[in-house]
């Protein structure tokens, strides 16, 4: 009598650890995607509104990098608003101990004005004009990337469909891909509405992220997978209950791949970007960041919910639906007429004699008679 008692008083983490929540995952799949929408819809209307940051790769312009001895970033741009330039962006870099400016402007009408900010900047900061570091980039540079970057993105997309086809069902890829939109536009209409800058690392830290939302769909999908055979035994679990009974199962393990993929992003972007200086780790670091919150919710709270939708409708699982949601209540009551009868039997040893009398079993809500006693032969 006391184990469930103990059961009862474990914490949420030693549930979790050992799979023995009850989350119903599939019951709420409405709210988590009306969250899903809500943030999508606002990052979208800000994408529209405001667009995407898009750095200099993509846009074309000219950056300059220099010693900045004394000069602070404010002076920097003033000195630089001052000679003209347009769209101006300065930042510090530091390398060996040392800090270095970097300005980015819009692209200049020749080379030549290129080249007298290049000695400006030398006279500001003190540095000699060999120090100076001028690159100009033009925007086909960066349309080249976008469109490698999208057809990347559709091969990937393709071969995921195909794998997980291959691997499980076609209706197991259908999530998958909806989960991976899902935190495409999230980690989108993030960057639009904080203004953080898109790059190159922007780009490969989407794909990565991409990836990462793909195994954590997997692991999830195998164990459902792995417990479809106990669909419809005793006609006591749909698919809906036995992917919710999956999902708590393996959701101490996705936490945990989750815990341990953010860590070391997070002091990617603290420690790399923040404290040591390293401004070029920051945009990889905050899409890595944010696409690994969406991936590891996308998984749990909408592919694996939407997978269950989809199979429901399928005739088997519509089937098993259906005759668990009719069955007959009497059914119900001759399992548990007997056990309330037996503690029933079991309250008081003294009475035995008349309980066994007065009281008779019930099976299938039909009485039986008591047995006869035996009279003993006498002596």
Known sequence: MTAPVEEERRSIFRRLYHGETEIKFVGSFKKWLTVSLIVIVIGMLSLWQRGLNLGIDFDGGVVWEVPAGDVSIAEAEDAMTAAGLQGLTVQTLTADGEVHLR?????LEDAAAAEEISTQLAELTGSDID??????????????????ALRALVFFLIAITIYITLRFELRMAIPTLVALIHDVLI??????IAGFEVTPATVIALLTILGYSIYDGIVVFDKVDENTKLVGVG??????????LSLNKVLMRSLNTSITALIPVASLLVLGSFVLGASTLQEFALALLIGLFAGAYSS??????????????????REV?????NRQPSARRSVSVPVAAEASQSASTADATTADATTAPVLSGRAIPPRPRKKGKKR
């Open 187 to 192: 980690t989108i209409g993030v960057y639009s």
């Open 321 to 325: 639906r259906n005759k668990i949601a």
């Open 300 to 317: 749990i709270f909408i592919a694996s919910p939407l997978l269950a939708i989809l199979k429901e409708r399928e005739p088997h699982y």
């Open 235 to 244: 006609n006591s679990m749909t698919y809906s209950d036995m992917v919710d």
């Open 131 to 148: 120090e100076v570091s001028l690159n100009a980039v033009g925007p086909s540079w960066g349309e080249e990337i976008s469109r490698k």
């Open 103 to 107: 300005i980015e402007a819009e692209p």
